[in-house]
T-cell receptor
Framework: DQQVKQNSPSLSVQEGRISILNCDYTNSMFDYFLWYKKYPAEGPTFLIS?????DKNEDGRFTVFLNKSAKHLSLHIVPSQPGDSAVYFC????????????FGKGTTLSVSS | KAGVTQTPRYLIKTRGQQVTLSCSPI?????VSWYQQTPGQGLQFLFEYFSETQRNKGNFPGRFSGRQFSNSRSEMNVSTLELGDSALYLCASRRGAGTEAFFGQGTRLTVV
């Protein structure tokens, strides 16, 4: 039973445009959500997080939106750059209960110049 | 500030053998988690330790085990290796619940 789902295995975007990566979750107890970026042969790198008390969090070119009623979050990258090409993982946890981070299977983003 | 350190980086083992992987967390971080990454499966959670106690456990067979020492360093052991255990094993540390996890570069295990 996959609690965190990234239904798009890949996404291709042109440089300068917006990249939108999506993530759905099934566990209504999740209250803390994160996005990670991963290059081949490296560990994932933390990008941005959001708690369930917010519906939006911004950090530079990255914005995460949370829709609790739909159990959906998305990561917006504006403008997209070739260096953003990587695998992006969505993760969630029950902060109050102290559970581990549960990850989706990832979306491979390719930004072409 | 030193990051999460995993050793070794690469490992080749024979089916049936056992293996121990090591992880040193960021100084001050008391939580260490282990994940397995295989193609198409994303990061699958193995277990998490906090202050030497296993706090969370994923859905893996008993051949996968771990422990955490008083200095927060952690080891993961896989016994009776199978070909399907070939994967990138990632360790992550965090200060506590509700904080982001920082990952090491992983140990690439190949079982032949």
């Amino acid at each position: 039973d996959q609690q965190v789902k990234q239904n798009s295995p890949s996404l291709s975007v042109q440089e300068g445009r917006i990249s939108i990566l999506n993530c759905d979750y099934t566990n209504s107890m999740f209250d803390y959500f994160l996005w990670y970026k991963k290059y081949p042969a490296e560990g994932p790198t933390f990008l941005i997080s959001i708690s369930s008390i917010k519906d939006k969090n911004e950090d530079g070119r990255f914005t995460v939106f949370l829709n609790k009623s739909a159990k959906h979050l998305s990561l917006h990258i504006v403008p997209s750059q070739p260096g953003d090409s990587a695998v992006y993982f969505c993760a969630a946890s029950e902060w109050q209960a102290g559970t581990a981070l549960i990850f989706g299977k990832g979306t491979t983003l390719s930004v072409s110049s | 500030k030193a990051g999460v350190t995993q050793t070794p980086r690469y490992l080749i083992k024979t089916r049936g053998q056992q293996v121990t992987l090591s992880c040193s967390p960021i100084s001050g971080h008391r939580s260490v988690s282990w994940y397995q990454q295989t193609p198409g499966q994303g990061l699958q959670f193995l277990f998490e330790y906090f202050s030497e106690t296993q706090r969370n456990k994923g859905n893996f067979p008993g051949r996968f085990s771990g422990r955490q020492f008083s200095n927060s360093r952690s080891e993961m052991n896989v016994s009776t290796l199978e070909l399907g255990d070939s994967a990138l094993y990632l360790c992550a540390s965090r200060r506590g619940a509700g904080t982001e996890a920082f990952f090491g570069q992983g140990t690439r295990l190949t079982v032949v």
